[in-house]
């Protein structure tokens, strides 16, 4: 960041006045520009024994397996938000959702919900981010081929909870030495 929101003077990294750590500040209105957390949420979709899985057609990990999951937008709730981005990713819908794994990496300031969910048909296509769309059974997951860690482990959650049928929510921080400052 390089110029104020709200007025376009310069800012400064620096700590304000009753805070505790670095943040822009404005040099002429004094605005502090806050940088929070995204929030990425998803689905976890489900038809019959089968999981459904989109392939990245966008960076990062184009080319890799990954749940439908994208940023959650202003004004949605966060089961909304994993609804929307099914429909975005792979043209499905889904129903029953509930929460079911949440991961912080604080590595990329992010936080990750994924919502387990019913299919409400077997109908699904590529959207504009995926080259494939697909049904897995446990036996065919691609898990060398999986975009990230999260959509890893939301996975190992899943099949493990479903011999037991019992599907608690699931909540992980995943770290990873980041290199060179956030800003």
Request: aromatic share 12%; with cysteine; net charge negative.
């Amino acid at each position: 960041m390089k110029y104020c929101s709200q007025c376009a003077a310069p800012v400064t990294w620096r700590v304000p006045p009753d805070d505790n750590r670095e943040r822009y500040v404005c040099t002429d209105c004094e605005a502090v520009h806050y940088q929070n957390p995204r929030i990425v949420t998803g689905c976890l979709p489900v038809w019959q024994d089968r999981v459904l899985l989109c392939l990245r057609g966008i960076a990062p990990r184009k080319g890799y397996w990954t749940l439908p999951a994208g940023y959650l937008e202003n004004g949605e709730t966060i089961a909304d938000g994993a609804a929307r981005e099914t429909m975005e990713e792979a043209n499905a819908r889904v129903q029953g959702l509930e929460l079911y794994t949440v991961f912080s990496l604080p590595h990329i300031s992010q936080a990750y919900m994924f919502f387990r969910a019913e299919l409400t048909d077997p109908e699904f296509s590529c959207g504009a981010e995926s080259l494939d769309v697909r049904l897995f059974h446990e036996h065919e997951i691609p898990w060398d081929e999986l975009a990230f860690p999260v959509i890893t482990q939301s996975l190992q959650f899943y099949f493990a909870d479903r011999e037991s049928r019992q599907f608690p929510v699931r909540s992980r921080e995943i770290h990873v030495q980041r290199r060179g400052p956030l800003k």
